[in-house]
């Protein structure tokens, strides 16, 4: 049986949808049916409004033992939202990713990173400069991108779902801010052959 990690925050653990419906318990189905694959139910920690450090720290707290097959990577909404700067995002990512590395037993091509989603497109944000959200996402996910191709980790965009889909009812929660299971169906779709390949 195969072991998974997925490290974030709201998008990670599914923020208003059932449990099953998130989008690593999807690539888990995903890896079973379509291919074949025994995978464990995924260890999950995330919660919502986590930062970088916030997840650090529960990181250590939890204080996990082995390593993973696969780990998955989502971190940075809430440094944006909570206006915190690029610069001090790239240091806690670079070692959130470090860790995540480790985790996987020091094989950076079974960490997948997933980008930052575009919160700013969302009925939540109608109030509020879309654009300069649009903008701080984008610079976010640019750093995160480089950092994670440096590392030699797998990186996933999922941004562009989220602004096709970020005004549309049926992809997204109740709240108006975080996605339903059929944007994570979206995602799981696209992570699920990666980590099969």
């Known amino acids: 049986m195969l072991r998974y990690l997925a490290l974030g925050d ?10 099953q419906q998130n989008f690593p318990h999807q690539t888990v189905k995903i890896l079973s049916t379509e291919y074949g694959l025994s995978v464990q139910p995924p260890e999950i920690i995330a919660c919502t409004g986590w930062t970088t450090d916030e997840l ?11 390593t993973f097959d696969f780990v998955s990577l989502l971190i940075g909404v809430n440094n944006q939202y ?13 070692s959130l990713l470090e ?9 950076p091509e ?12 969302t009925p939540f944000a109608v ?3 879309s654009q300069q959200i649009t903008a701080a996402i984008d610079l976010y996910n640019a750093a995160n991108r480089q950092i994670t191709k440096d590392y030699g980790c797998h ?4 941004t562009e779902s989220t ?3 970020g005004s549309l009812e049926t992809f997204l929660a109740p709240d108006g801010l975080h996605y339903s299971e059929k944007e994570y169906a979206i995602w799981a779709a696209q992570l699920a052959p990666i980590i099969a390949s």
Not at 56 to 66: R, T
């Open 10 to 19: 709201s998008y990670t653990i599914g923020e208003q949808v059932d449990l």
């Open 56 to 66: 650090m720290g529960a990181i250590q707290e939890k204080n996990l033992q082995g």
């Open 82 to 94: 909570r206006n915190h700067s690029v610069e001090n995002y790239e240091p806690e990512f670079k």
């Open 99 to 107: 860790t995540a590395i480790q985790f996987s037993g020091n094989h």
């Open 110 to 121: 079974k960490v997948f990173v997933l980008s930052i989603p575009d919160w700013g497109r």
């Open 127 to 129: 109030d509020r400069d």
């Open 155 to 158: 990186y996933l965009d999922i």
């Open 163 to 165: 602004r096709s889909h």
